[in-house]
């Protein structure tokens, strides 16, 4: 099926999905850092928070699955009747191995990580010993996220061959040395900072790979196999009060095809949606990074999702929900990347 076709058959799918607005089971998938009480604050989640949320989890009777496996199954609408949950640490810090790594064998959980390569062995990260006794236990998955922790989209006035170059190189080079390392060949890839457009997508895609953003929301069957979402757990976005609502949402019914390319051309940036019939406007709730709520224009069967006045961050996000049914929500995050503003 070409794009053009799915671009035609994805709303009728929709229509027909969504029929009587019944929601359907998806995968929630978080995202760590830090699992300290003494590390950088924006990156970091308190030993006590994370055991709660790993509580609440257990409370809600949720199924913590491995990332591949539970994705693949979101992607094909074959989840189970409930969300499935898979969680995840990016840059393989030493608090990983030292606090979360415990508690989760204890509990049975799976869980992935997500290596930095170049980093392995330097202060405040993991050995390569700690890895290979992470990689041994069945529980755990090991995947790329990139050799250099570099970003990875293509720079204003970066040549387009020196761009591929340092793409290529990054993806390839982490690969080749995990599998050197610990035999091991995900096809996982988290972006570093959440930074992608459709180029590095392009490239994930030639290699097959699954891409996991930064941006929140649930993984279901009109999620793009390239830009997938995770819900940040950092201290100041996984506390327990808004955690059930983000342990039980549910992808939003739009086709991921249909969403614009991250790196926005002006500012604020329009997103546009065409939403299934599950999606009553009168119901949605759209808000933009550090404004808080922010209107939208309906026209047709169109909605405009626009901030009232620029924003200066690097990156950025318009996050939508929408009642999908039994006390859950429809989710969806778009997130912007502005390349005016310096890398971080």
């Not at 236990?137 to 293509?154: E, F, M, Q, R």
């Not at 096809?187 to 699954?210: H, I, V």
């Not at 995050?333 to 503003?341: E, G, I």
Request: net charge negative.
């Amino acid at each position: 099926m070409n794009r053009t076709t799915k671009l035609i058959l994805l709303p009728l799918i929709s229509a027909l999905l969504f029929s009587g607005h019944q929601a359907r089971a998806d995968l929630v998938v978080l995202q760590y850092h830090h699992v300290d009480d003494s590390t950088p604050a924006a990156t970091s989640t308190s030993r006590s928070l994370f055991e709660a949320q790993i509580d609440m989890i257990g409370d809600l009777d949720l199924e913590v699955v491995a990332l591949k496996k539970g994705t693949l199954a979101a992607l094909d609408d074959a989840h189970p009747d409930t969300n499935e949950i898979a969680i995840t640490f990016d840059d393989a810090y030493e608090s990983v191995h030292r606090y979360a790594a415990p508690l989760l064998n204890k509990r049975d959980m799976p869980y992935t990580l997500f290596v930095n390569t170049d980093a392995i062995g330097t202060p405040g990260y993991m050995s390569w010993e700690q890895l290979r006794e992470l990689a041994g236990n069945p529980l755990v998955t090991i995947a790329n996220h990139s050799a250099g922790h570099d970003h990875l989209v293509k720079r204003p006035g970066e040549p387009e061959n020196d761009w591929e170059q340092r793409v290529a190189a990054s993806l390839d080079i982490a690969q080749n040395v995990l599998k050197d390392q610990l035999g091991v060949v995900e096809p996982l890839f988290a972006y570093p900072y959440g930074e992608f457009d459709q180029a590095l997508e392009q490239k994930l895609e030639e290699r097959g790979w699954l891409g996991f953003g930064q941006q929140s929301g649930a993984i279901g069957p009109f999620s793009g196999k390239t830009r997938l979402p995770r819900f940040p757990m950092a201290n100041a976005y996984g506390q327990l009060s808004s955690l059930k609502d983000k342990l039980m949402s549910k992808g939003f019914p739009v086709p991921a095809e249909t969403l614009p390319d991250g790196v926005i051309t002006q500012n604020p940036p329009t997103l546009q949606l065409t939403p299934s019939d599950a999606i009553q406007p009168s119901r949605l709730t759209c808000f933009a990074s550090g404004l808080g709520r922010i209107e939208f224009s309906v026209a047709g069967n169109d909605i405009k999702v626009r901030a009232p006045k620029a924003i200066n961050s690097r990156r950025f996000r318009y996050n939508c929900t929408h009642p999908a049914g039994n006390g859950s929500f429809y989710w969806l995050s778009q997130q912007w990347l502005n390349l005016n503003v310096p890398e971080d």
